[in-house]
């Protein structure tokens, strides 16, 4: 059996002057793959953790482990550690430094010691995905808050780590570009990047996370899934913690109507589905997006006759709308919006990022096992 990706051991930090310990017998366990969150008020030590796992931080006690190695700190192992471990700080300006934004998101590959053009196709690839391909000559003092997330973002990416963290990634952010990081979170995922983000916003670790581990005044209070912290009411609030609506709601409808909590619908569509399930849903139609969106094909889907609603899923596809001007009717959180059309009966169109195809059908297919089956045609 592989060793899991992290693991922390006994471990405990003070800072120089601290009145206690800013971590306390941590033991926390993340696997690789896993959609990890961890958990916390301001101060339960979410961000004093992510530092150990980039070895920025040394354990006053106790040890941490990468895939079964204890992280070391210094010399080569260091740095190859920080070149597959990339974090994304809460605040964007600690991180930015370079005058200009390719200069930014060029130093980490730099740093590997790549060539030029190598180093070139990364921060092109890097604006790409992130969407900021426009800012590539701007001086970072220029940039919005949320700009300045998204340099940083493509400064980690342009390093190809193999895990990505961000330590409250959404903080500061208006609620579209907070859907588009998730978005993109999703995406690094499902192409085999490992994303561990901390948070205290219970809807969206509820929601995201496969695993979360909360911590509390130092100390790691909880390991597993979310849902089943939820179930005891006094830790939550202990915590600093408040239940996610979206629990809340489905016990409410469970009492009421009489039927399992289980299984525990995390999206709107399934708890829609589960609350009423539907007897004739509408076809999800898929149009994977590389570059421009097939116009004609577009045009032709849309003339079906019960089309209701369009969606883009993923940046390329939502940048290929936007130049093409096509009529889109879900910008953002396409993937729930055109499900929840199906269950009423409706089709819906996405136009869906090639590489999160397989990402979207899988969303659809959870659909069964909240008691309605929704068909999708990918064209």
């Known amino acids: ?157 342009a390093m190809h780590p193999k895990v990505l963290i961000m330590d409250e990634p959404t903080a500061g952010l208006d609620p579209q570009m907070s859907k588009e990081l998730i978005e993109l979170a999703d995406e690094l995922h499902h192409l085999g990047t490992t994303v561990i983000f901390s948070t205290h916003d219970v809807d969206l670790s509820y929601s995201w996370a496969d695993e979360v581990h909360v911590l509390r005044g130092g100390r790691n209070v909880y390991s597993g899934s979310s849902e089943r912290f ?36 995390k999206t709107l569509p399934q708890l829609v589905a589960k609350a009423v399930p539907s007897e004739g849903p509408g076809t999800v139609h898929i149009l994977p997006v590389e570059g421009p969106v097939d116009r004609e094909m577009f045009s032709s889907l849309m003339s079906g006759p019960g089309m209701s609603a369009t969606g883009v899923y993923g940046t390329k596809a939502r940048k290929s709308a936007e130049a093409s001007k096509l009529p889109i009717d879900y910008f953002f959180g396409a993937d729930e919006g055109c499900i929840i059309e199906a269950l009423h009966g409706k089709d819906t169109l996405i136009c869906c990022d090639r590489s999160l195809t397989d990402l979207l059908i899988s969303k659809i297919g959870s659909m069964s096992r909240f008691g309605t089956e929704v068909p999708y045609s990918l064209h």
Do not use: W
């Not at 800013?22 to 916390?40: Q, S, W, Y």
């Not at 030029?116 to 900021?132: P, S």
């Not at 830790?235 to 399992?260: F, H, Q, R, T, W």
């Open 1 to 157: 059996m592989s060793a899991p990706l992290f693991r922390t051991e006994g471990l405990f930090f003070r800072y120089e002057g601290g009145r206690g310990d800013a971590l306390a017998d941590v033991n926390i366990t993340i696997k690789e793959g896993a959609r990890t969150v961890i958990m916390g008020a301001n101060g339960a030590g979410k961000s004093t953790f992510f530092y150990h796992l980039n070895g920025v931080l040394r354990p006053s006690k106790g040890a941490v482990f990468f895939r079964g190695e204890k992280i070391p700190h210094r010399g080569k192992a260091l740095r190859k550690l920080r070149s597959e471990v990339a974090v994304m700080l809460q605040d964007p300006n600690d991180q930015l430094f370079a005058p200009k934004v390719s200069d930014d998101i060029a130093f980490g590959p730099k740093n590997l010691g790549l060539d030029a053009q190598t180093v070139g196709e990364r921060v092109r690839d890097a604006l790409n995905i992130t969407g900021i391909e426009s800012l590539e000559g701007r001086s970072v003092m220029q940039l919005s808050f949320g700009q300045k997330k998204r340099v940083v973002l493509a400064g980690a990416l």
């Open 230 to 265: 939820y179930d005891d009411t006094s830790e939550v609030y202990l915590s600093g913690l408040v239940e996610p609506a979206m629990y809340d709601i489905n016990v409410s409808i469970s009492e009421l109507a009489g039927c399992p909590v289980e299984p525990f619908p």
